[in-house]
């Protein structure tokens, strides 16, 4: 297969296109004013926990301080229901959280995601645990399972593919397909 990368620079955007055989198979384009943080990556800093919130504000270097609650630091449960253990999604239970003071002290540094924007006066809202999304993958440190889209109805093909990411996953790791 022949693939192409098409750059085009313009003073209000940029565009990209990959064309596979000379078809078009993806296409981006980035305006400057249309900059997002989600899905950011930063080291931060804790500048304050906050019993009664359960929640923290951690310093990142931007314009304001960053908003970490406790149900964001804790191991979420596979969302697609699909994991190793195989719990469904209508299984869950309302979770109890341990106190965020028990989990972060004031200067602490932490790994945290931009989960939501900041607004007006407020942060961003952060998450520690973090997703690195591709094209047809999902991969999250520090987990051990493997879901499967729902998106894929068959069976036989959602078992292969759970088969084949655990093959290949690395510890320590959890994978979406």
Not at 112 to 127: D, M
Not at 154 to 175: A, G, K, M, Q
């Amino acid at each position: 297969m022949r693939t192409e990368i098409i750059i085009n620079q313009g003073i209000h955007e940029s565009r990209i296109a990959i064309l596979e055989d000379g078809r078009l198979a993806e296409v981006w384009v980035e305006r400057p004013e249309s900059e997002r943080m989600v899905g950011d990556i930063y080291k931060g800093s804790v500048s304050a926990v906050i019993p009664s919130l359960q929640a923290a504000f951690i310093e990142l270097g931007l314009e304001r301080t960053a908003f970490l609650q406790v149900k964001d630091m804790v191991e979420a449960e596979n969302a697609n229901g699909d994991e190793e253990g195989g719990q469904s999604r209508n299984s869950r239970r309302p979770r109890s959280f341990p106190p965020i003071q028990g989990l972060l002290k004031k200067g602490e540094e932490v790994l945290v995601q931009i989960a939501k924007e900041p607004i007006s006066t407020k942060g961003a809202r952060v998450t520690t645990q973090l997703a690195l999304a591709g094209r047809f993958s999902v991969l999250m440190p520090n987990g051990s399972w493997v879901g499967v889209s729902r998106k894929i109805s068959s069976f036989t093909e959602r078992r292969r593919l759970r088969d084949l990411v655990r093959e290949l996953r690395p510890n320590n790791y959890s994978i979406i397909v």
